[in-house]
């Protein structure tokens, strides 16, 4: 099993571009999430699924959308990249059960110019 | 919506010391606390977590301790070695609904001296 994995692992941008930050992951988890990881405040949760079809809004959700089509993947856009967005990406997933381990992905580390 | 806070934010120990990380959290109907690991430019991985039936959990040199009516959780690391060097990061979570999303403290940053 390759576990979560998420693409591209470096990525600059210009303010006003948009991109995709791409996660999947193999093991058949019904749970998966988007965090942000910004230096001296944890991480903090951007979006979240609890299947295929079904998304809802985490603590910090503006300025980025997610749609969950299939079991394994889980992308996060960002519509209009701005510098506030510059940060490093985490993606999660976990099995349907409750208090299960969320598993993360490597990250993606993004700057916005 | 759920708050953890986390304290100290750097703790540095000599090598076969033990060290001591707490948090403490808002939402009465938290009942997963996990804590994670965290090395430079890594990601974050789960190290030892509690439910809140029980008041402590042990796995080897870690310990974690939680106090429901106090709201608050603690890690206990015995016999630090220099590879216990890293961020540690406490979470909270109502880990029985749908939602079961985390939210996190800020983070301790643990440096052992060897």
């Known amino acids: 099993n390759a576990g979560v994995t998420q693409t591209p692992k470096f990525q600059v941008l210009k303010t006003g571009q948009s991109m995709t930050l791409q996660c999947a992951q193999d093991?058949?988890?019904?749970?998966m999430s988007w965090y942000r990881q910004d230096p001296g405040m944890g991480l903090r949760l951007i979006h979240y699924?609890?299947?295929?079809?079904?998304?809802d809004q985490g603590e910090v959700p503006n300025g980025y959308n997610v749609s969950r089509s299939t079991t394994e993947d889980f992308p996060l856009r960002l519509l209009s990249a701005a510098p506030s967005q510059t940060s490093v990406y985490f993606c999660?997933?976990?099995?349907?059960?409750?208090?299960?381990?969320?598993?993360f992905g490597p990250g993606t580390r993004l700057t916005v110019l | 919506g759920e708050n953890v806070e986390q304290h100290p934010s750097t703790l540095s120990v000599q090598e076969g010391d033990s060290a001591v990380i707490k948090c403490t959290y808002s939402?009465?109907?938290?009942?997963?606390f996990p804590w994670y690991k965290q090395e430079l430019g890594k990601r974050p991985q789960l190290i030892i977590d509690?439910?809140?039936?029980?008041g402590e959990k042990k796995d080897q040199r870690i310990a974690v301790t939680l106090n429901k009516t106090a709201k608050h959780f603690s890690l206990h690391i015995t016999e630090t070695q220099p590879e216990d060097s890293a961020v540690y990061f406490c979470?909270?979570?109502?880990?029985?609904?749908?939602?079961?999303?985390?939210?996190f403290g800020s983070g301790t940053r643990l440096q052992v001296q060897p």
């Open positions: 509690i439910r809140s039936n029980v």
């Open positions: 699924s609890v299947g295929a079809g079904i998304t």
């Open positions: 979470a909270a979570s109502r880990g029985d609904t749908g939602r079961r999303a985390l939210t």
């Open positions: 999660a997933s976990s099995q349907g059960r409750s208090y299960n381990e969320q598993f």
């Open positions: 093991m058949n988890h019904e749970y």
């Open positions: 939402d009465s109907a938290s009942n997963y």
